[in-house]
């Protein structure tokens, strides 16, 4: 039976809401309307397609098969006006991977990539984002395996350099343009990626192009990074063992040479056990065709235990014939051979005094009476047949080896020389005077800045120094003291370099190779990394100077030394090491701009000053010989030596014939740091202020057209009377502020200096309440500013109070100042570490900056949370200690 509905029936199924057909996606960006197998403005301009990575985790990295595993958010930008919709209120929509089958999306893939695939746990991992006016954001979570070809040849003490790779598979670049969305920051990693054998250095991000023969050229990202080997895994698992398969192997010196089973067993295994430290080194490493460092350490040390089982078979052999011709000998003698050597060491595996003769000499003891017996032995022994026969190079060797048979595994003797008394020169080592530096005063004194200065240009009085010296003329101290020369040749020595160039010194940056031709100056730098061994090359065959950059970046000493010289002079303190060879120069004859501290290291170096052509000089230059003159000062510094002259002072220096190399560190200070530096820094806010407040005559117009004047001589009155009126504001005023000097000199200057095992600061202590008693630390490492509100873009910015530190400063970029340079270029300036707060903070500041302590609670301010918000933000930033 069928029945019919009614006609309410099917009016109310109509108004029914819930039985309406949905809007499709496919209808809201119009996907049926177009054809999506065609790029976005297929036929006109390529498409820009930008692309940014966040590396969430690198998660192997295998020498064997010289790949690395990384697991990544790779998000693709581009615009498609096919997609675009109305939308009213302007928001995007986001969809999964199922609506990626239906548009065009880019064919990026990873260029040497060797299996890789896209999350699908719970879902795969896509994601789609399309906006109102077509714009696109395509995102998906990709694990990738790729190629790293590395150079094994300094392993376990490499740095390998590798790359991913993104390219577009089917569109050259006059289809689509990859580029990195936003630029250096489009790539970002995970705060914890770490690795258990590698330190990651560094990430970076690069672009360039491909090219391919039959289809054109392509657009390439890469995203480079760096991975320095963790080193103290391979000294436990392999530099230590054998290490001590070495040392075992000499205990055998020690062990009679009669005792075969002890010294034989004791030279196999200590060679096996070398053996399988090596094979176990090499089943982890690929199969390569050149040595590697770990190798040529591992091949020494087993030859070491090789040769010292070597050493006891060429002992027991010589032995071992000798006895034989003794044999021989007493046979003769007595009319009957007894059993040879080689028999009686058959029976128990030794040799016996009672079947062989032996002629053993005892060590001669240290006294006159066992000196005269030995002497008298040696004249009653000169009528045997032994001494009588021909004195044969063999019959030496052999003859030493039966009376010192015991020392010949620890000292051989000269061919033909004397047997050495080894009693005696015991004794006589025992007798040797030991230096005693334990009470010794220290070189340089470290207790303040003032005490550091002075101890440098000891024995000159500090006062005499800036009196008669500072800016003015050339001081030379010559100091013959051994304890400065050696504590001067630990600040640095040529044999460090090749440890330096290990940890990634670049030419220009950190290393600079240099040599004075004909009066000029001629660089030899290379490109990219210095090797130490080319760096070596040019050192010793083109008699080039090296000038290692910045060398407290490396050193902690001179880290020290520069950190508490900035803090005496309030200004930054740079150094350069210069090593210059025997019979070379390194620099023609120039000035600086800087006053200069010279320290002699090693060697010895001939100097040559000149006068000044420009005293006091803003600038770097050089000076030809025919315009300089005769030097007015020509010495020798050597080692412990110091020579200060101001800057403007034209100078050059070789190392003398007949001297291997010179080693000095230059350290300058007081670049820019001038009166005319001040005052372009002072005046400008002083003018501004004195504008402002006091005089109305700075408030006046300038004349009609002035600026468009050639000819402005009838405006210096005027200009001259406003100078004289500032100037006597400034004298009624209580303080000239430098704000831009104060602030660049604290945010690149070092930080204190603490030691290399001590931890970062970070706040400690007791927190700072109202009743505490706090008092300011590492004053000489803050300054106090005041300043236009730097956060406040409305048109009336108020004055703030800053307080700028220097405790959280790197020291690795230090005086680097062609990085600095370009970072600020790409908005990544070194930034200024340091506080903000109200113009009402000033005085409460300036009682914590003066006083030795003071009580939270006496600061000048008005309310008690003020006066703890204060101490805590100081106390954050470790500037404060809570006593």
């Known amino acids: 039976m069928v029945f019919k509905a009614s006609k309410r029936e099917i009016k109310m199924r109509k108004l029914d809401s819930t039985k309406v057909r949905p809007l499709k996606t496919e209808q809201l960006l119009h996907i049926e309307d177009h054809d999506f197998a065609l790029r976005p403005g297929f036929g006109g301009s390529p498409i820009p397609v930008g692309i940014d990575v966040q590396v969430e985790s690198i998660d192997s990295i295998s020498e064997v098969d010289m790949d690395f595993t990384m697991t990544l958010y790779l998000r693709h930008y581009w615009k498609d006006e096919r997609l675009s919709f109305r939308s009213s209120k302007n928001k995007s929509m986001t ?94 990693t995970d705060e914890h990626i770490s690795l258990s054998q590698f330190f990651i250095e560094e990430f970076s991000a690069s672009s360039g192009l491909a090219f391919y023969s039959s289809t054109g050229w392509y657009n390439r990202l890469f995203i480079n990074f760096a991975l320095r080997r963790h080193i103290f895994f391979f000294v436990l698992q392999s530099y230590f063992p054998a290490m001590l398969m070495v040392m ?132 009653s022994n000169t009528d045997t047949p032994r001494l009588k026969r021909k004195r044969s190079l063999k019959g030496n060797v052999g003859r030493i080896i039966l009376q010192n048979n015991h020392v010949i595994d620890t000292k051989m003797p000269k061919k033909g020389g004397k047997i050495p008394d080894v009693a005696q020169e015991t004794q006589a080592q025992c007798k040797r005077p030991k230096l005693d530096t334990a009470g010794s005063p220290p070189v340089l004194s470290f207790e303040s800045p003032a005490s550091l200065f002075r101890s440098l240009i000891s024995p000159i009085e500090e ?31 040529l044999s460090q370099l090749k440890e330096l160039c290990s940890q990634g010194l670049y030419y220009g940056r950190d290393v600079n190779v240099c040599r004075c031709v004909s009066g000029k100056k001629k660089v030899l730098n290379k490109e990219g990394r210095v090797n130490y061994m080319q760096l070596k090359k040019d050192f010793d065959q083109k008699k080039a100077t090296i000038q290692f950059h910045q060398p407290q970046r490396f050193k902690e000493e001179l880290w020290k030394i520069q950190e508490k010289l900035e803090c005496y002079f309030g200004s930054l303190v740079g150094s350069n090491v210069y090593i210059t060879p025997q019979g070379s120069q390194g620099l023609p004859p120039h000035y600086d701009d800087v006053e200069v501290f010279i320290l002699q290291l090693e060697g010895e170096k001939h100097w040559r000053l000149y006068k000044p052509t420009v005293p006091l000089a803003r600038e770097y230059n050089i000076e030809p010989e025919d315009r300089i003159g005769s030097p007015t000062h020509e010495f020798i510094l050597k080692p412990g030596d110091l020579l200060y002259f101001p800057r403007g002072t034209i100078h050059q220096a070789d190392t003398p014939h007949g001297i291997p190399y010179s080693t000095h560190v230059t350290i300058s200070t007081y670049q820019n740091n001038s009166w005319g530096d001040f005052l372009l820094d002072a005046i400008p806010g002083l003018v501004f202020d004195t504008a402002k407040e006091d005089d109305v005559a700075l408030r006046t117009s300038i004349p009609r057209q002035l600026l468009m004047q050639v000819n402005t001589a009838d405006c210096t009155k005027k200009l001259s009377s406003l100078l004289r009126r500032l100037a006597d504001s ?43 008693k706090i008092r300011l ?42 990085e600095d340079d370009n970072a600020s270029e790409d908005g990544l300036a070194q930034q200024s570490h340091g506080l903000r707060f109200p113009l009402s903070y000033l005085d409460a500041l300036k009682q914590i900056w003066s006083g030795s302590t003071v009580n939270v609670k006496e600061l000048n301010l008005t309310s008690d949370e003020e006066k703890e918000n204060l101490a805590l933000s100081l106390w954050t930033e470790c500037l404060i200690e809570v006593l």
């Open 95 to 188: 969809f999964d991977g199922r609506l990626i089958k239906k548009i065009w999306v880019p064919d990026v893939f990873f260029v040497h990539s060797k299996r890789s695939f896209i999350h699908d746990t719970t879902v795969e991992n896509i994601m789609l984002r399309v906006y109102p006016d077509g714009n696109v954001l395509f995102s998906l979570r990709i694990t990738v395996s790729a190629m790293c070809f590395m150079d094994f040849s300094r392993f376990p003490l490499d740095t390998q350099n590798c790359s991913l790779e993104l390219e577009s598979y089917a569109y050259n670049e006059d289809d689509l343009m990859l580029y990195w969305k936003h630029g250096n920051k489009s790539l970002s």
């Open 248 to 379: 075992l192997s000499w205990v055998s010196f020690w062990i009679d040479r009669r005792a075969v089973p002890a010294r034989v067993s004791l030279g196999i295994t200590t060679v096996l056990t070398m053996s399988t430290i090596m094979t176990g080194v090499s089943a982890s490493m690929p199969q390569v065709s050149y040595i590697k460092a770990v190798d040529v350490y591992l091949w020494i040390s087993f030859l070491f235990v090789f040769l010292s089982v070597i050493e006891y078979a060429a002992v027991n052999y010589l032995t071992t014939a000798e006895e034989r011709k003794q044999l021989k000998k007493r046979g003769k003698a007595s009319g009957m051979y007894s059993m040879d050597a080689v028999q009686a060491m058959a029976f128990d595996g030794c040799f016996h005094d009672t079947d062989v003769d032996m002629d053993l000499s005892p060590f001669p003891e240290p006294c006159e009476e066992n000196e005269t017996r030995t002497s008298q032995t040696n004249i």
């Open 463 to 493: 006062e005499v120094f800036f009196r008669d010296y500072w800016e003015q003329k050339p001081l030379l101290v010559q100091r013959d003291d051994e304890l400065v020369a050696a504590y001067y040749q630990s600040l640095f020595q």
């Open 730 to 772: 400034l004298e009624n005023s209580r303080e000239l502020r430098s704000s831009d000097m104060k602030k660049d000199f604290i945010t690149h200057r070092l930080p204190p200096c603490l030691g290399c095992d001590s931890d970062p600061l970070t706040p400690g202590g007791k927190l700072p309440k109202l009743d505490s």
């Open 777 to 818: 630390q590492f004053r000489d490492h803050a300054v106090i500013t005041v300043e236009p509100d730097q956060e406040n873009a409305d048109e009336i910015r108020r004055e703030m109070v800053y307080v700028y530190h220097s405790l959280k400063n790197r020291r690795e970029t230090h005086m680097m100042g062609t």
